[in-house]
C-alpha cells in the first residue's frame, strides 16, 4: 500500500515529521504531479490558494496550522474535503492572555498617571462565550480565584469546568448574570457582530468584556456607543477588525479609559518556531488517517 502523501506549505520541525513517521511528507514546494497525490493539506489558511487547491485531485482533508479559520477560502474547497482547525494548539496561550487582559482592565493597570478603582474577581461570575480548548481553559484557570462560571456555547469541550453549561440561545440571560465575560468565539456567519449594542446594554453596569476570538464578533459600532456611555463597564481584546481583509489596530476605542488591548499577539509561541502548533496538526493528520475522525472538524457550511 502506497503511503499517504501530505503537502505542509511551511517546515515542519523534526518532532511532527516523527509523528507522520510512514507518509511522505513534502514541504513548502511541490510539483503539480506529487500535490495530484497529495490526500493532506497542512497550512495557514491564507496559503490554501484557489490554484493549489484545483492541483490537489486527491485531496481528503485540510490541516490548518491556525486556530481560527475564517481567512480560508471555502469557496474553492473542493467537494467532500474536511477542514480542521487546530484549536487545542493555542489554548493554553491563548487563555493565559485572555486572564492577562482581565486582570489588567479589572485593575486598572492600563492607565497612566490615572488613578483608577480596582475591581475584584474573585468569587465573581464568568461568563465564557464559546467553550472550545481556548474557552475551557480560561475556565479551569477562573477556577484559582473561586469563580462561578457559565459556559455559552454551540458545544463544550468539557463542561465539568462550568458550573453551569447553556446554549448560546440563552446568551442575553447569561450576559445579565455576569461580572466579567470572555468571547472565545469563532469568525463565522453565525458569530459576526452577535456581540452588539443590544446586548451589551443587558450586562451589569460594571461588567468587565475580554475578547481573544475575533475583532468581528463584536459590532464596533455598538460597542463604542456601550462604551461611551457605560463608564464603569470595561472591555479589552486582543482581536480587532479588518479593513480590506487585513486586521489593523486603529479604533477610536483606544481614546476611552475603559478600553485596552494588546495587538493580537495571544497566540503567539515564545521561541519554538511554531512548534507547538506544527506538530498538533501533524497529530491530527495521523489520526485522521488512522481512524478516519480527528479532532476540531470545521463545519464548512458555517463559513459560505
Known sequence: MAPTKVFVTDVFPVEARQILSGFEIYEKEADDSTLGECQALVCWPSRARPELLKKMSMLRMVQTMSAGVDGFDFTSLPPGVQVFSNAGAFSDTVAEHAWGLLLGIAKGIHLRNVRSTPRALRGKTLLIVGAGGIGTEVARLSKSLGMRTIGSSRSFKATDLFDEAHSISSLEADVAAADAIVITLPL??????IVNYELLSKAKENVIVVNVGRGETVDENGLLRWLKERPESRF??????KDGGKEV?????????NFAGSLHNSGTPIGDDLKVPKVAAAKNVRRFFESGVALNRVEVSEYV
Open 188 to 193: 463565522t456567519k453565525v458569530t459576526r457582530g
Open 249 to 257: 489596530f486603529v479604533t477610536s476605542a483606544w481614546a476611552l479609559p
Open 236 to 241: 479589552a481584546t486582543d482581536v480587532f477588525w
